[in-house]
């Protein structure tokens, strides 16, 4: 009898604990003792993260900065060196040093620089300034700006003032090359009564700079020793007084980190000075980005414990079922057999019953699979003998033509020809019977159908029946059906150009099309109705044909013609042999001849079953 539970209107899950059971009273003391575990894991984790992240951050951004300071101290160096080589030079110190310098000694600094120039990517301007003369650049083609004067430049001053040591200008827009206007860092120096001048572009600091990542909001920026912003992503807006940026706090500190602003603006300062040019690296974090991925973490937790909370109540179920579980594993069988899976076991597992039941399931099932597999054999046997009975009315159908073509011109006292087509006779039956192999190479077949038309245009002479053969030489090593093309061949020559008056061509092509062998016979011969060239397939319309083809033949005085019957033999044979996605297709228009299409399976070697 079908209980309560067990109804297909109120069946109840394996799983579904019942209310006010034991399982239910297991299931919501575990899961309280659970929830309260992860509400308290999460609130301490959610502290001791937030703690880690900041600083975490505060670390990761002091490394930062330092590594972006002695890059930028690296460059300056760099500078410097290039300054010391150009100050060095006998005719540098000769050229800002005499009143009157010879034309040499102004070719020889300009050499100098424009090698110089040559060895960095980087270098914008290199100038050597005397007392007297124009200034020498590196690049012969620049001028000076006529609107100003050297003097009255900051780079200039700051050099005047520092008694011959070099002076670092921070970031400035160089106007003393007429029509060039360049971000430039300075790098100025007095010599004996002249200045020397390198420009290095300053899109390489910025390029260097702009390419930290501190979050999403998060930023880095450069100041003089001075104060003077050097670099800040956002100099344009700070110059405008449209935002402020808290540069007297990152002087008064000189290095290491503070927190300003509060809410969604609290942000955490890291700064690191640099000793070689009194520059600072200031790297500024949003304290409520670092948070979001403690409060990720948080969420993290939430769902781990959501995770906890489904596996407990899982296991406290699996606990009250284990016994049921056998049996349901059982049923699940049985469904999968019923679905047509039978290679499924059961696992003989759980109590004595369940156990009998599984031993006896699979010994049914081992039965099923044992009939299944001599149906199996017994429909081969039976697809074999109905291949060889198709094959059987091939045959001699084509031998019986042939014959009475020879009869016909040996009548006729032709014994040459008599001699030719015999001898094309031999060879065709010699490759038909092909050591009973049902799978030939393209080749032989294309070589039995050209026999086979040879044969024919010598019956009804080359202007009643002309053929050409088209094959790929690639494909002449695959494999086909043996005796596909010359019943196909044989119909179009006796339905399509027999009864044409002026004769007509048979083609024959042999081609791939990806994973498809096609053969096409096509002619130009009489043609028939689209609806009996679709028709032509099944077992009426054969009928009719060789109705047709009879009464014919009654009227010609000759027998042996071709009915249609070998055609739908050949599409029988390759279906059976390869399934219902090959055979043949035929197009046809009355009066403009007709196309026979033939589709296999494209095979290297001969089918491993059949």
């Known amino acids: 009898m079908m209980s309560e539970r067990d109804s297909p209107g109120r069946r109840r899950s394996p799983l579904l604990p019942r209310i006010g059971g034991i399982q239910a009273s297991i299931t919501a003391a575990l899961s309280m003792m659970v929830l309260i575990t992860i509400l308290f894991m999460s609130v301490a984790s959610y502290n001791v993260t937030r703690r880690v992240l900041v600083d975490t951050a505060q670390e990761y951004t002091a490394q930062l900065v330092t590594q972006l300071r002695a890059s930028m101290d690296s460059y300056i160096a760099n500078m410097k060196s290039i300054a010391e080589v150009i100050h060095r030079d006998s005719n540098v110190r000769r050229y800002v040093s005499e009143a009157e310098p010879g034309a040499d000694v102004r070719e020889s600094v300009f050499s100098l620089l424009n090698s110089v120039s040559q060895t960095r990517d980087d270098i914008s301007l290199l100038m050597v300034a005397g007392t007297t003369g124009a200034p020498v650049f590196h690049d012969d083609g620049l001028r000076m700006n006529p609107a100003v004067t050297l003097e009255q430049q900051r780079w200039y001053r700051s050099a005047a003032n520092a008694g011959g040591e070099p002076v670092i200008t921070p970031a400035q827009v160089q106007n003393i090359i007429a029509d060039r206007y360049r971000w430039v860092i300075s790098l100025s120096r007095t010599m004996a009564g002249g200045v020397l001048l390198v420009d290095l572009n300053f899109t390489i600091i910025e390029d260097l700079l702009a390419s930290v990542q501190l979050g999403n909001r998060g930023y880095v920026f450069v100041v003089s020793e001075t104060g003077a912003l050097v670099y800040?992503?956002?100099?344009?807006l700070i110059f405008s007084n449209l935002r402020d940026e808290r540069i007297a706090e990152v002087m008064a500190i000189g290095r290491g980190s503070f927190t300003a602003g509060y809410g969604p603006d609290e942000q955490i300062y890291t700064v690191a000075h640099s000793e070689s040019t009194g520059w600072k690296v200031v790297g500024v974090n949003y304290v409520e980005e670092l948070l979001a991925d403690a409060r990720d973490v948080l969420v993290l937790y939430v769902l781990f414990g959501f995770l906890c909370f489904v596996l407990v109540v899982l296991l406290s179920q699996l606990l009250t079922v284990r016994i049921s579980y056998p049996i349901r594993r059982l049923r699940e069988s049985m469904k999968a057999v019923e679905q047509g899976n039978f290679d499924i076991q059961v696992d003989v597992r759980g109590g004595a019953e369940v156990v009998d039941l599984s031993r006896d399931f699979n010994i049914m099932i081992g039965e099923i699979k044992s009939l299944m597999r001599q149906n199996s054999a017994r429909q081969a046997e039976m697809r074999q003998s109905e291949l060889k009975a198709l094959q059987n009315q091939i045959t001699p159908h084509f031998v019986y033509n042939t014959l009475d073509s020879i009869i016909w011109m040996a009548e006729g006292r032709e014994y040459e020809r008599v001699i030719t087509m015999t001898s094309a006779l031999a060879r065709l039956l010699r490759l038909s019977i092909s050591q009973g192999n049902e799978l030939i190479p393209v080749s032989a077949e294309l070589e039995h159908v050209e026999n086979y038309l040879t044969i024919q245009r010598m019956r009804y002479s080359p202007e009643k029946v002309d053929f050409h053969i088209e094959a790929d030489p690639a494909i002449l090593r695959l494999k086909t059906l043996r005796i596909v093309l010359q019943p196909l061949v044989e119909n179009a020559i006796y339905h399509g150009l027999r009864t044409k008056d002026q004769g007509g061509h048979i083609v024959v092509r042999v081609f791939r099309e990806s994973?498809?062998?096609v053969c096409e016979v096509t002619d130009d011969g009489v043609g028939m109705p689209v609806d009996i060239a679709r028709s032509l397939l099944n077992g009426d319309a054969a009928a009719s044909?060789?109705?047709?083809?009879?009464?014919?033949?009654?009227?010609?005085?000759?027998?042996?013609?071709?009915?249609?019957?070998?055609?739908?033999?050949?599409?029988?044979?390759?279906?059976?042999?390869?399934?219902e996605a090959y055979g043949l297709s035929f197009e046809s228009e009355l009066g403009c001849g007709t196309t026979v299409i033939v589709r296999q399976p494209v095979l290297e070697k001969g089918l491993e079953s059949t």
């Open 232 to 236: 800040h992503p956002q100099q344009q």
């Open 545 to 579: 044909r060789l109705k047709e083809a009879t009464a014919g033949r009654a009227r010609s005085g000759r027998s042996g013609e071709s009915s249609g019957v070998g055609v739908r033999n050949v599409h029988e044979r390759i279906r059976l042999y390869y399934g």
């Open 515 to 517: 994973d498809t062998l």
